[in-house]
């Protein structure tokens, strides 16, 4: 299995503004990905994050408003850019160890005011 | 496409009680089947999960078997605790070739509470 860590667990912004969220694994994994859990809802696949290449997003979701960097094999972040109210949710990341099973980190916890 | 269907809740229960969570899930192949749990304030847990058909996933009480004729996952525990109430979520993925998996779909979540 992974740990996963994030930084910050919550945050609250003012519009307009942008947040990196930080995502740390404790091992290498091959692939990274980055979730919007709206409130009281599922979750949303944001993009998917390799490292060494782009990031690939999933259809209503653009670079612009959430870039993504995975500069190696344990680290990557999400950057919610921009922010308006309607940004606000809990952003999770996960990571897969080349299985079909993907481990959760704990959430960042977004408010948008 | 492939889809993943929960039952609708909240589903509040009383220590002790039988717990099902019922889950379909449509989709063309043989997926790998999962049950996550969101405890408040938290992030997702892997509580257990299921790669073929007639596999039964278990873990901390709870059980769910992959049955194929029916597609359906249901998640089970015979008595459950204060300590169970949390989201739990269903979800399928499919292996896109080698070691490279496709996306994880989720249901919408059951929310789950259970009074002493």
């Known amino acids: 299995s992974a740990v996963i860590s994030q930084k910050p667990s919550r945050d609250i912004c003012q519009r307009g503004t942008s947040l990196t969220i930080q995502c740390q694994v404790d091992s290498q994994v091959t692939m990274m990905f980055w979730y919007r859990q709206q409130p009281g809802q599922s979750l949303t696949l944001i993009a998917t994050a390799n490292q060494g290449s782009e990031a690939t997003y999933e259809s209503g979701f653009v670079i612009d408003k959430f870039p993504i960097s995975r500069p190696n094999l344990t680290f990557s972040t999400l950057t919610v850019s921009n922010m308006s109210p309607e940004d606000s949710s809990i952003y999770l990341c996960?990571?897969?160890?080349?299985?079909?099973?993907?481990?959760f980190g704990p959430g960042t916890r977004l408010t948008v005011l | 496409g492939n889809s993943v269907t929960q039952m609708e809740g909240p589903v509040t229960l009383s220590e002790e009680a039988f717990l099902t969570i019922n889950c379909t899930y449509t989709?063309?192949?043989?997926?790998?089947l999962f049950w996550y749990v969101q405890y408040p304030g938290e992030g997702l847990q892997l509580l257990l999960k299921a790669t073929k058909a007639d596999d039964k996933g278990s873990n901390k009480g709870f059980e769910a078997t992959y049955r194929k004729e029916t597609t359906s996952f249901h998640l089970e525990k015979g008595s459950v605790q204060v300590s169970d109430s949390a989201v739990y979520f269903c979800?399928?993925?499919?292996?896109?070739?080698?070691?490279?998996?496709?996306?994880?779909?989720f249901g919408q979540g059951t929310i789950l509470t259970v009074h002493p």
């Open positions: 989709a063309t192949g043989y997926p790998s």
């Open positions: 979800a399928l993925i499919f292996r896109a070739g080698g070691t490279s998996y496709g996306k994880l779909t």
């Open positions: 996960s990571a897969s160890l080349a299985t079909d099973t993907q481990y």
